[in-house]
Protein backbone atom coordinates (compact mmCIF):
# COMPACT_ATOMS: atom_id res chain seq x y z
CA UNK A 1 0.00 0.00 0.00
CA UNK A 2 1.14 3.45 -0.71
CA UNK A 3 2.04 5.84 1.71
CA UNK A 4 0.68 9.11 1.15
CA UNK A 5 1.13 12.32 3.77
CA UNK A 6 -2.41 13.54 4.80
CA UNK A 7 -1.14 16.65 5.54
CA UNK A 8 -0.04 17.35 1.69
CA UNK A 9 -3.20 16.25 0.39
CA UNK A 10 -4.76 17.12 -3.39
CA UNK A 11 -7.59 19.47 -2.55
CA UNK A 12 -9.76 18.71 -6.11
CA UNK A 13 -9.19 14.98 -7.52
CA UNK A 14 -10.64 14.79 -11.46
CA UNK A 15 -11.34 11.40 -12.83
CA UNK A 16 -11.71 10.02 -16.63
CA UNK A 17 -13.01 6.85 -15.49
CA UNK A 18 -11.90 4.58 -18.37
CA UNK A 19 -11.89 1.16 -19.97
CA UNK A 20 -15.74 -0.15 -18.52
CA UNK A 21 -15.74 -1.89 -22.24
CA UNK A 22 -12.64 -3.67 -22.36
CA UNK A 23 -13.18 -4.47 -18.81
CA UNK A 24 -16.48 -6.53 -20.31
CA UNK A 25 -14.72 -7.87 -22.73
CA UNK A 26 -11.83 -9.39 -20.85
CA UNK A 27 -14.11 -10.94 -18.79
CA UNK A 28 -16.18 -12.15 -21.35
CA UNK A 29 -19.50 -10.21 -20.12
CA UNK A 30 -21.76 -7.14 -22.28
CA UNK A 31 -20.62 -3.70 -22.12
CA UNK A 32 -23.47 -2.84 -19.94
CA UNK A 33 -22.18 -5.21 -17.33
CA UNK A 34 -18.51 -3.29 -17.63
CA UNK A 35 -20.57 0.12 -16.41
CA UNK A 36 -22.71 -1.73 -13.52
CA UNK A 37 -18.97 -2.64 -12.32
CA UNK A 38 -17.68 0.65 -12.95
CA UNK A 39 -20.73 1.94 -10.82
CA UNK A 40 -19.16 -0.12 -8.04
CA UNK A 41 -15.81 1.61 -8.14
CA UNK A 42 -17.09 4.77 -8.07
CA UNK A 43 -18.97 4.09 -5.03
CA UNK A 44 -15.55 2.77 -3.70
CA UNK A 45 -13.99 5.86 -4.77
CA UNK A 46 -15.76 8.65 -3.64
CA UNK A 47 -15.88 6.50 -0.15
CA UNK A 48 -12.11 6.89 0.36
CA UNK A 49 -11.77 10.31 -0.78
CA UNK A 50 -13.87 11.26 1.70
CA UNK A 51 -12.56 9.33 4.47
CA UNK A 52 -9.14 10.72 2.97
CA UNK A 53 -10.62 14.48 3.30
CA UNK A 54 -10.38 15.42 0.02
CA UNK A 55 -12.85 18.33 -0.31
CA UNK A 56 -13.39 18.23 -4.44
CA UNK A 57 -14.20 14.67 -6.31
CA UNK A 58 -15.46 15.18 -10.11
CA UNK A 59 -16.00 12.34 -12.08
CA UNK A 60 -16.66 12.19 -15.68
CA UNK A 61 -19.49 10.19 -15.87
CA UNK A 62 -20.81 11.19 -19.46
CA UNK A 63 -19.47 12.89 -22.10
CA UNK A 64 -21.45 14.83 -25.06
CA UNK A 65 -20.07 12.69 -27.38
CA UNK A 66 -21.30 9.42 -25.54
CA UNK A 67 -25.18 10.08 -26.91
CA UNK A 68 -23.41 8.72 -30.02
CA UNK A 69 -23.71 5.21 -28.19
CA UNK A 70 -25.65 2.30 -29.16
CA UNK A 71 -28.73 3.47 -27.48
CA UNK A 72 -29.48 0.69 -25.07
CA UNK A 73 -25.60 1.50 -23.72
CA UNK A 74 -26.49 5.09 -23.24
CA UNK A 75 -30.31 4.03 -21.84
CA UNK A 76 -28.10 1.73 -19.35
CA UNK A 77 -25.55 4.37 -18.56
CA UNK A 78 -28.53 6.41 -17.69
CA UNK A 79 -30.55 3.95 -15.56
CA UNK A 80 -27.28 3.04 -13.69
CA UNK A 81 -27.30 7.22 -12.52
CA UNK A 82 -30.61 6.93 -11.95
CA UNK A 83 -29.63 3.84 -9.58
CA UNK A 84 -27.01 5.47 -8.24
CA UNK A 85 -28.76 8.53 -6.95
CA UNK A 86 -31.31 6.83 -5.48
CA UNK A 87 -29.20 4.13 -3.71
CA UNK A 88 -26.27 6.97 -2.29
CA UNK A 89 -28.28 9.72 -1.28
CA UNK A 90 -29.01 8.55 2.53
CA UNK A 91 -24.78 7.38 2.58
CA UNK A 92 -23.79 11.09 1.06
CA UNK A 93 -26.14 12.58 3.77
CA UNK A 94 -24.68 10.33 6.14
CA UNK A 95 -20.65 11.38 5.14
CA UNK A 96 -21.59 15.04 4.84
CA UNK A 97 -21.27 15.31 0.99
CA UNK A 98 -22.94 17.58 -1.26
CA UNK A 99 -23.30 16.71 -4.80
CA UNK A 100 -23.13 18.78 -7.97
CA UNK A 101 -23.15 18.46 -11.20
CA UNK A 102 -21.58 20.12 -14.90
CA UNK A 103 -22.59 20.07 -17.81
CA UNK A 104 -25.65 20.14 -20.28
CA UNK A 105 -27.79 18.70 -17.72
CA UNK A 106 -30.89 19.81 -20.13
CA UNK A 107 -29.60 17.04 -22.49
CA UNK A 108 -30.56 14.27 -19.35
CA UNK A 109 -34.33 12.59 -19.69
CA UNK A 110 -36.31 14.51 -17.73
CA UNK A 111 -36.97 12.10 -15.09
CA UNK A 112 -33.14 11.58 -14.01
CA UNK A 113 -32.65 15.37 -14.38
CA UNK A 114 -35.36 15.90 -11.71
CA UNK A 115 -33.66 13.06 -9.43
CA UNK A 116 -30.55 15.16 -9.67
CA UNK A 117 -31.91 18.60 -8.93
CA UNK A 118 -33.31 16.43 -5.73
CA UNK A 119 -30.31 15.04 -4.78
CA UNK A 120 -28.39 18.58 -4.80
CA UNK A 121 -31.62 19.93 -2.93
CA UNK A 122 -31.16 17.25 -0.55
CA UNK A 123 -27.59 17.18 0.24
CA UNK A 124 -26.93 21.01 -0.53
CA UNK A 125 -26.59 21.23 3.36
CA UNK A 126 -23.54 19.34 2.88
CA UNK A 127 -19.67 20.53 3.73
CA UNK A 128 -17.78 17.78 4.22
CA UNK A 129 -16.99 16.93 0.62
CA UNK A 130 -18.27 18.26 -2.85
CA UNK A 131 -19.21 15.38 -5.44
CA UNK A 132 -19.40 16.65 -8.99
CA UNK A 133 -20.79 14.37 -11.85
CA UNK A 134 -19.82 15.59 -15.08
CA UNK A 135 -23.12 14.74 -17.11
CA UNK A 136 -23.23 15.43 -21.16
CA UNK A 137 -20.04 17.18 -20.68
CA UNK A 138 -18.05 18.96 -23.12
CA UNK A 139 -14.98 21.33 -22.30
CA UNK A 140 -15.34 22.93 -25.23
CA UNK A 141 -19.34 23.59 -25.71
CA UNK A 142 -18.47 24.94 -21.63
CA UNK A 143 -16.40 27.37 -23.11
CA UNK A 144 -18.34 28.54 -26.14
CA UNK A 145 -21.53 28.74 -23.68
CA UNK A 146 -19.59 30.80 -21.17
CA UNK A 147 -18.31 32.90 -23.96
CA UNK A 148 -22.26 33.43 -25.43
CA UNK A 149 -23.15 34.35 -21.50
CA UNK A 150 -20.17 36.81 -21.27
CA UNK A 151 -21.39 38.23 -24.85
CA UNK A 152 -24.94 38.64 -23.63
CA UNK A 153 -23.89 40.43 -20.36
CA UNK A 154 -21.56 42.83 -22.33
CA UNK A 155 -24.39 43.77 -24.99
CA UNK A 156 -26.66 44.25 -21.95
CA UNK A 157 -24.12 46.40 -20.76
CA UNK A 158 -23.75 44.31 -17.09
CA UNK A 159 -19.73 43.83 -18.43
CA UNK A 160 -17.43 46.02 -19.97
CA UNK A 161 -15.01 44.03 -23.01
CA UNK A 162 -12.31 45.46 -20.73
CA UNK A 163 -13.00 44.04 -17.41
CA UNK A 164 -13.60 40.64 -18.65
CA UNK A 165 -10.09 38.92 -16.82
CA UNK A 166 -9.23 35.28 -16.40
CA UNK A 167 -11.42 35.07 -13.53
CA UNK A 168 -14.28 36.57 -14.82
CA UNK A 169 -14.62 34.12 -17.34
CA UNK A 170 -13.73 31.09 -15.35
CA UNK A 171 -17.17 32.63 -13.02
CA UNK A 172 -18.95 31.94 -16.41
CA UNK A 173 -17.98 28.32 -16.38
CA UNK A 174 -20.03 25.61 -15.46
CA UNK A 175 -17.13 24.98 -12.50
CA UNK A 176 -17.26 28.89 -11.25
CA UNK A 177 -17.65 27.33 -7.51
CA UNK A 178 -15.01 24.74 -7.76
CA UNK A 179 -11.67 24.76 -7.43
CA UNK A 180 -9.10 24.19 -10.33
CA UNK A 181 -8.22 19.72 -9.69
CA UNK A 182 -4.77 19.15 -8.38
CA UNK A 183 -4.57 16.28 -10.23
CA UNK A 184 -6.30 14.18 -12.61
CA UNK A 185 -6.13 10.71 -13.07
CA UNK A 186 -7.27 8.18 -15.99
CA UNK A 187 -7.37 4.76 -16.33
CA UNK A 188 -7.10 2.38 -18.43
CA UNK A 189 -3.81 3.64 -20.28
CA UNK A 190 -5.56 5.82 -22.32
CA UNK A 191 -3.31 9.31 -22.88
CA UNK A 192 -6.19 11.95 -23.58
CA UNK A 193 -7.96 14.53 -22.03
CA UNK A 194 -10.78 13.97 -23.95
CA UNK A 195 -12.39 17.24 -23.71
CA UNK A 196 -12.52 17.20 -20.35
CA UNK A 197 -12.07 20.17 -18.01
CA UNK A 198 -9.69 21.88 -20.62
CA UNK A 199 -9.54 25.81 -18.79
CA UNK A 200 -9.85 24.24 -15.69
CA UNK A 201 -6.47 21.63 -15.92
CA UNK A 202 -4.07 24.47 -17.37
CA UNK A 203 -1.87 23.47 -14.24
CA UNK A 204 -3.33 19.59 -13.24
CA UNK A 205 -0.94 17.40 -12.46
CA UNK A 206 -1.85 14.38 -14.93
CA UNK A 207 -1.60 10.53 -13.93
CA UNK A 208 -2.34 7.34 -16.06
CA UNK A 209 -2.46 3.85 -15.40
CA UNK A 210 -3.03 1.08 -16.92
CA UNK A 211 -5.96 -0.55 -14.42
CA UNK A 212 -9.10 -0.62 -15.84
CA UNK A 213 -11.51 1.51 -14.03
CA UNK A 214 -14.26 -1.29 -12.78
CA UNK A 215 -10.83 -2.44 -11.06
CA UNK A 216 -9.64 0.84 -9.99
CA UNK A 217 -9.15 0.54 -6.02
CA UNK A 218 -8.20 1.95 -2.64
CA UNK A 219 -4.63 1.02 -3.30
CA UNK A 220 -4.84 2.47 -7.04
CA UNK A 221 -6.58 5.45 -5.87
CA UNK A 222 -3.43 5.90 -3.05
CA UNK A 223 -0.98 5.47 -5.95
CA UNK A 224 -2.10 8.39 -7.40
CA UNK A 225 -2.06 10.41 -4.74
CA UNK A 226 1.45 9.14 -3.71
CA UNK A 227 2.94 9.73 -6.71
CA UNK A 228 1.02 13.59 -7.00
CA UNK A 229 2.82 14.42 -3.81
CA UNK A 230 6.19 13.74 -5.26
CA UNK A 231 5.45 16.16 -8.00
CA UNK A 232 6.91 19.65 -7.50
CA UNK A 233 3.99 22.63 -8.93
CA UNK A 234 5.91 25.15 -10.40
CA UNK A 235 3.20 26.76 -12.03
CA UNK A 236 5.81 28.13 -14.69
CA UNK A 237 7.90 29.66 -12.07
CA UNK A 238 11.46 28.15 -11.38
CA UNK A 239 11.86 25.51 -8.27
CA UNK A 240 14.17 28.33 -6.69
CA UNK A 241 11.15 30.52 -6.17
CA UNK A 242 8.84 27.79 -5.23
CA UNK A 243 11.12 27.04 -2.35
CA UNK A 244 12.39 30.77 -1.56
CA UNK A 245 16.11 30.04 -2.06
CA UNK A 246 19.14 30.81 -4.74
CA UNK A 247 19.44 33.44 -7.22
CA UNK A 248 19.37 33.87 -10.59
C1 LIG B 1 -15.69 4.68 -20.04
O1 LIG B 1 -15.61 3.32 -20.35
C2 LIG B 1 -16.78 4.98 -19.12
C3 LIG B 1 -17.92 5.64 -19.45
C4 LIG B 1 -18.21 6.12 -20.79
C5 LIG B 1 -18.97 5.93 -18.48
C6 LIG B 1 -18.60 5.99 -17.02
C7 LIG B 1 -19.73 5.44 -16.25
C8 LIG B 1 -19.63 4.73 -15.11
C9 LIG B 1 -18.36 4.52 -14.41
C10 LIG B 1 -20.81 4.08 -14.47
C11 LIG B 1 -21.93 4.92 -14.00
C12 LIG B 1 -21.55 6.21 -13.35
C13 LIG B 1 -22.04 6.66 -12.18
C14 LIG B 1 -21.68 8.03 -11.70
C15 LIG B 1 -22.89 5.86 -11.30
P1 LIG B 1 -15.73 2.87 -21.87
O2 LIG B 1 -17.11 2.33 -22.06
O3 LIG B 1 -15.37 3.98 -22.78
O4 LIG B 1 -14.67 1.73 -21.89
P2 LIG B 1 -13.83 1.21 -23.15
O5 LIG B 1 -12.99 2.37 -23.63
O6 LIG B 1 -13.01 0.11 -22.56
O7 LIG B 1 -14.82 0.73 -24.16
Not at 52 to 73: C, H, M, Q
Request: hydrophobic share 35%.
Amino acid sequence: MSYIDTEKLPRHIAIIMDGNGRWAKKNALRRIAGHKKGADAVRRTVRTCRELGIPYLTLFAFSVENWLRPKDEVSALTSLLEDYLRSELREMNENNIRLTAIGDLSALPERIRNLLEETMEKTSGNDGMVLCLSLSYGSRDEIVHAARRLAEDASGGKIRGEDITRDTFARYLYTADIPDPDLLIRTSGEYRLSNFLLWQMAYTELYFTDVLWPDFSKDDLLAAIADYQKRERRFGMTSEQIHGEGDV
